[in-house]
């Protein structure tokens, strides 16, 4: 997967390219959207508890502000990248336009693996990086989670911005504990959003989701959310992978076993539930509904002509390449972009940020109904504005959509 990791930048540009031309959006708006707006790059010393030294390098990508303060995303990998920040910043950008969130993109990071820090080295890391990210509050910049942070590094990160402060402002940092003032909701929203995107596609292609035969890739967070919600509502598992390895039953797995199996051992492979299958394997097998919740560019030229299912809901960030889109879509599979489908989760920390501004906590049954109303609202206008387009893929029709607020927000403002 990490031969591709330049590439994914270069791969978002493509379909911002694409969209605006399909879209009709100007030429000064594409210009200034081909590049961020801002980025700030920094070093990060570190004594480490061994006694040596290490510098670790880090950054944050502003990519868009003009409907409204940047949001979200610190990831903390080795192969963490400028690039890397700079396609989830402008994915984040169109996530937030295509789900009528008054926020901008944002992305940020450091180079460094988690698993060889202390819980110490990492505190001190964490802390580092908010020091030397110096975020204004929630009306400039909101550092939220993702790999390498969970909610326990968002911790260190609001206690480090409000000893900075001298204030407490919980809405200050997003994907914190409810404890510090975070979301109920927040873990799951994700993967239902991934179910609810899939159900409305059902709905577009006339079919229910009781009987749908779906396989999944990834079954972490997003992906075991995703099919707790497709098995309740009497839907069937048919495989399912993970970076150990996949198994598949056409008869449908029985989530409950696989769960369990996967805290034992701490993978999918070796399921006794079902026959082994290939971790990418798994795409090309007979069902209705492909969801890859797992790693970008698992759905390339190659594989993409032996999709067999006519929907494809994408959990993980750019699963599906721009030449694999063009040929599922000449194949009239349906692709629900992760733009829309994986949106739970920012729809959940928009929701985090009015709690904390509000001082007003929501219990769980708001949280999934207000996440429902608003991820339906961005399928339905993003199937409206691929409509416009003349029969655009979904993709399409939500960065136009996306991209038409954004191109109206920089006029408004008079930068363009
Ligand atoms: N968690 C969120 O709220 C959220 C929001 C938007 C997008 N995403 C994206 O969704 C994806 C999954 O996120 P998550 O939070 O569930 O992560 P996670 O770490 O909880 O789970 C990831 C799963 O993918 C599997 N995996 C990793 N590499 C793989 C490979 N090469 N082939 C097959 N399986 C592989 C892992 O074994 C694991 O089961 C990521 O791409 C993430 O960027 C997550």
């Given at each position: 997967?990490?031969?591709n990791?330049?590439d ?22 594409m ?20 006694g ?34 700079k ?24 180079r ?61 940092i ?52 995703f ?21 598949t ?25 079902g ?42 960030n750019?699963p ?10 000449k ?14 989760g ?36 993003s ?15 939500a ?18």
């Amino acid at each position: 997967m990490e031969k591709n990791k330049h590439d994914v930048f270069e791969e978002a540009v493509k379909t911002l390219k694409k969209a605006g031309e399909i879209g009709g959006i100007g030429e000064n708006a594409m210009a200034f959207l081909e590049e961020p707006k801002r980025i700030q790059q920094f070093r990060i010393p570190l004594k480490k508890d061994d006694g040596s030294f290490q510098v670790f390098e880090g950054c944050r990508v502003h990519y868009n502000d003009a409907i409204g303060p940047v949001r979200n995303g610190t990831r903390i990998r080795p192969e963490f990248n400028v690039a890397e920040a700079k396609a989830l910043g402008l994915f984040m950008t169109i996530k937030h336009a295509v789900a009528d969130i008054p926020a901008g993109g944002a992305k940020g990071g450091i180079r460094a693996d988690v698993g060889k820090l202390t819980q110490r080295e990492m505190e001190t890391l964490v802390r580092s990086y908010i020091r030397a990210l110096n975020p204004k509050g929630p009306w400039s910049d909101v550092p939220g989670a993702d790999i390498g942070t969970g909610q326990q590094a968002m911790s260190w990160m609001l206690d480090e911005y409000e000893q900075l402060t001298g204030h407490h402002c919980p809405s200050a940092i997003n994907d914190k504990p409810t404890s510090l003032g975070g979301s109920l909701g927040g873990e799951e929203a994700t993967g239902r959003g991934v179910f609810l995107t899939m159900r409305e596609a059902l709905k577009d292609m006339g079919k229910p989701v009781e009987g749908c035969r779906a396989v999944l890739q990834g079954f972490g967070q997003v992906g075991v959310a995703f099919a707790d919600m497709l098995v309740a509502s009497g839907g069937e598992l048919v495989a399912a992978s993970d970076i150990t390895g996949g198994v598949t039953n056409s008869e449908g797995l029985d989530l409950a076993a696989l769960k369990a199996h996967v805290a034992e051992t701490g993978g999918v492979a070796g399921f006794s539930g079902g026959s082994p299958v290939g971790i990418d394997e798994l795409f090309t097998l007979d069902c209705d509904v492909v969801a890859p919740c797992a790693v970008h560019n698992v759905i390339h030229e190659e594989n993409a002509p032996l999709i067999k299912a006519k929907l494809i809901v994408e959990g993980a960030n750019g699963p599906v390449t721009t030449g694999a889109d063009e040929i599922l879509h000449k194949m009239g599979v349906m692709v629900v972009p992760d733009v829309v489908a994986n949106s739970g989760g920012v729809i959940v920390c928009h929701f985090e940020r009015t709690q904390g501004l509000s001082d007003q906590y929501w219990d769980l049954e708001t949280v999934y109904q207000k996440l429902e109303m608003r991820i339906t609202k961005a399928y339905r206008q993003s199937a409206e504005a691929a409509k416009q387009a003349g029969g655009a893929s979904l993709r399409h029709g939500a960065w136009i959509f996306a991209l038409k607020r954004v191109e109206e927000a920089m006029q408004l403002r008079g930068w363009i």
